[in-house]
Antibody, heavy 116, light 107 residues
Framework: QVQLQESGPGLVKPSETLVLTCTVS????????WAWIRQSPGKGLEWIGN???????NYNPSLRSRVTISVDTSKNQFSLKLSSVTAADTAVYYC??????????WGRGTLVTVSS | DIQMTQSPSSLSVSVGDRVTITCRAT??????LSWYQQKPGKAPNLLIY???TLQSGVPSRFSGSGSGTDFTLTITSLQPEDVATYFC?????????FGQGTKVEIK
């Protein structure tokens, strides 16, 4: 059974870069695409972007200038980097899998707080 | 961006009642519409994709319909474990966008 697990710091200082990793277990990262989604009380669910196992990416235009999603097939992981964070980036960050079925498997989510 | 608007924002119903949640898109999206259930402190869980296809393992009391701009999620007989917030999402055009959610409670 495929499982996803987010990891990374729970606290990031303003103006710094948020880095999260999603580890895929129980299956291969190949064939599917992999997404990052966040949820904050003020903005609900926000799709950040996705990456295909080949490395092709799609980003939310509202975040594109600050976001990089990458994949490491050798480690069965994909990562999110979000630069120049502010308090508005405080949210629960989820990683999720997709194919012809969007977002059928999600990680548990990790809370990231932006604060000095 | 395509805006997804759900209604109602919340509803309180009795166990066994029929529940209908609607989702409207600002652009025609064919059937690129999914429904998710989220319980407090948990990740969203996929219920319906392609507007009307039930995800494996989801109870048959859940169903979806619609195409174009107007979509509906129906729970035929609400059970206590269905208390949750429900979200729609379009996956037709990037950025994929979600509705604001509908909170379902037991009366």
């Amino acid at each position: 059974q495929v499982q996803l697990q987010e990891s990374g710091p729970g606290l990031v200082k303003p103006s710094e870069t948020l880095v999260l990793t999603c580890t895929v277990s129980g299956g291969s990262i190949s064939i599917y695409y992999w997404a990052w989604i966040r949820q904050s009380p003020g903005k609900g669910l926000e799709w950040i972007g996705n990456i295909y196992y080949s490395g092709s990416t799609n980003y939310n235009p509202s975040l594109r200038s600050r976001v990089t999603i990458s994949v490491d097939t050798s480690k069965n992981q994909f990562s999110l980097k979000l630069s120049s964070v502010t308090a508005a980036d405080t949210a629960v960050y989820y990683c999720a899998r997709g194919s012809t079925i969007p977002h059928d498997i999600w990680g548990r989510g990790t809370l990231v707080t932006v604060s000095s | 961006d395509i805006q997804m608007t759900q209604s109602p924002s919340s509803l309180s119903v009795s166990v066994g009642d029929r529940v209908t949640i609607t989702c409207r898109a600002t652009l025609r999206i064919g059937t690129y519409l999914s429904w998710y259930q989220q319980k407090p402190g948990k990740a969203p869980n996929l219920l319906i994709y392609a507007a009307s296809t039930l995800q494996s393992g989801v109870p048959s009391r859940f169903s979806g319909s619609g195409s174009g701009t107007d979509f509906t999620l129906t729970i035929t007989s609400l059970q206590p474990e269905d208390v949750a917030t429900y979200f729609c999402q379009q996956s037709y055009i990037v950025p994929w966008t979600f509705g604001q959610g509908t909170k379902v409670e037991i009366k």
